[in-house]
């Protein structure tokens, strides 16, 4: 007789691995982890920064593409999500920011209990370990750990700091802390050098336990039903078609993968799936709907001063910075490209702040074709001042096109489509020239490369970021969580409404996007969510 395990989990991404390391820990249950990749132990998604050689990378990367998008002046944005052990935490930029305060008390607010921000922050500070920071805020002790730039900030670090403090942001240490909103350095999911993924810290330690088994290349195809009762997975791994049975569905893959293995799986628009020939299980239309994302748009100058366009550029730059990683662990290469930014308000009377801020001492107008080129930056100084909206109320979907497994789902965003969406972003381009125009940074700046000087009408400025703009990577709430099945795709106990021993657990289940990069919310609704069930398992 087949083995049946007390939980199968459906994807090694961020929440996946969590949840592999908190329902294995006690020894009692016994749990099966599907991964449609491989292995994490790749030199280039071990080192910091060579996720720029993984961003169209087929061998650990999604490589997802949206539907041209109007509001991007009709272009086609590029999704790539991370197929392999860790997801996404195994080729992202390795910022980690947990949201605004207020945007968990808005989760709860919506009926989602337990899940406002004291059982939010008492899951983080259970997950994390952080040197620094107010221990009323940070963890210590945990498996994830965080880290500094410490003394490795790049030199333009400073002048942009102190020109955002002339343009009235307040310095912030910790936006991790009692306060989001200001400007300061990043922190990092990186250890001794090494990215810090969620299969690093969480995963790495669980599979060394005998009641945890991790298959790579399995790619799930369908969720097994008995009546209305989930009981396994069936998955393709290496061309041959195999099941698993399971007390307990988790699917963990992602705002992308999530919805579409239900909609294979005939949990989705009902009149979608019938066009398709899938059977409906349960007819939800909220099943891959409403989903949200933030987008991004660069402002970009040359510098008189050095960047990191001068150490990475030339072949003896980028030997000089392989040297000093394989032998030191540190230099460029150790680090994240994103060091300096920060939290604003567009407008005075809004209650907390609405874009992010990033600067990184590095350009890429001249990007080598097929590669992210942030190992080939252009051949001159240049620095680039990055903004994303925080909390837009633009949505988007992402839909089966076929009942082929294997077959990418279409995702279409509408990005800019609401007036107030347009509105932030025309005042945060304008406020990123307010902070160059500051000493002491504006006395390093040659000139402005992108959008340029000539660009200055509002009509120009938002043709520009509808031309230059796109994801920054954040996708969520495409099984978003409510008390009511009319509205949403999971209870607040993550089970899919409708039906038994089915639950999702990743970003896809976010009630709304928090404000700042998606990684460590993620990872927090994997521990939050093993709590969850571990909880009901013993009741």
């Known amino acids: ?55 169209y990378d087929k061998s650990v990367n999604w490589m997802y593409r949206a ?12 999704y790539p999500r991370g197929r392999l052990l860790g997801g996404s935490s195994s080729i992202n930029a390795m910022v980690y920011i947990r949201g605004h305060r207020q945007d968990y008390e808005d989760w709860r607010a919506a009926g989602n209990v337990g899940w406002g921000w004291n059982e939010v922050l008492s899951a983080y500070k259970a997950m994390e370990n952080y040197a620094g920071g107010d221990p009323a805020y940070r963890g210590r002790g945990g498996p994830l750990t965080i880290t500094d730039l410490g003394g490795q900030a790049h030199p333009l670090c400073k002048p942009f700091l102190e020109a955002t403090g002339k343009a009235g942001l307040k310095f912030t240490p910790d936006f991790n802390g009692a306060e989001q909103e200001g400007v300061g350095l990043y922190q990092y999911t990186i250890k001794n050098g090494i990215r810090n993924s969620a299969a690093r810290a969480f995963l790495r330690p669980a599979m060394k336990r005998r009641n945890l088994r991790v298959e790579t290349h ?34 963990a893959g992602g705002a992308i993968n ?8 005939g949990i989705g628009p ?5 066009s398709l020939g899938i059977p409906v299980v349960r007819d939800n239309p909220n099943v891959g709907a409403r989903m949200q994302d933030h987008h991004g748009v660069n402002y970009t100058w040359r510098m008189t001063a050095p960047t990191l366009n001068d150490e990475l550029r030339p072949w003896w730059g980028k030997l000089k910075a392989g040297v000093q990683y394989i032998l030191t662990r540190k230099g460029p290469l150790s680090l994240s490209i994103n060091q300096g930014g920060g939290f604003f308000r567009t407008h005075p009377g809004m209650t907390r702040p609405n874009m992010q801020l990033y600067m990184q001492a590095f350009s890429t107008l001249i990007p080598r074709a097929g590669e992210r080129p942030i190992l080939n930056p252009d051949p001159f100084s240049g620095l680039s001042l990055g903004l994303s909206n925080c909390r837009p109320t633009s949505t988007g979907e992402v839909m089966i096109s076929s009942a082929d497994p294997l077959a990418h789902p279409r995702i279409s965003f509408r990005a800019y489509s609401t007036v107030s969406d347009v509105e932030e972003m025309l005042a945060a381009v304008k406020f990123l020239r307010k902070i160059a125009a500051q000493e002491p940074l504006r006395g390093l700046m040659a000139e402005e490369l992108r959008p ?29 969580m409510g008390p009511d099945a009319g509205g949403s795709v999971v209870d607040t106990r993550l089970r899919v409404h409708g039906v038994e021993g089915l639950r999702v657990c990743d970003a ?10 998606t990684n460590a919310p993620a990872m927090m609704v994997g521990w939050r969510g093993a709590e969850i069930m571990l909880e009901d398992a013993r009741a």
């Open 1 to 55: 007789m087949a083995e049946t395990f007390d939980y199968i989990i459906v994807g090694a991404g961020s929440a996946g691995c969590v949840l592999a390391d908190r329902l294995t820990r006690s020894g009692t249950h016994r749990v099966l982890l599907l991964e449609a990749g491989g292995t994490d132990l790749r030199f280039y998604v071990q080192m910091p920064l060579g996720y720029g050689k993984t961003f």
């Open 67 to 78: 539907e041209p998008d109007p509001g991007l002046n009709g272009q086609s944005d590029f």
């Open 218 to 251: 399995a790619q799930a195809t369908r969720i097994l039903f008995e009546g209305n009762r989930a009981v396994g997975v069936a998955y393709v791994q290496r061309g041959m078609k195999l099941d698993a049975k399971g007390r307990g569905i988790i699917l």
């Open 258 to 265: 999530s919805p579409q293995l239900l909609q294979l799986s």
């Open 270 to 274: 009902g009149a979608l799936l019938h």
């Open 452 to 480: 340029g000087p000539a660009v200055t009408d509002d009509n120009a400025l938002i043709d520009d970021f509808r031309q230059r703009s796109g994801t920054v990577y954040h996708h969520a709430c495409t099984c978003r």
């Open 508 to 517: 896809s289940v976010f009630p709304n996007l928090i404000a700042g990069n």
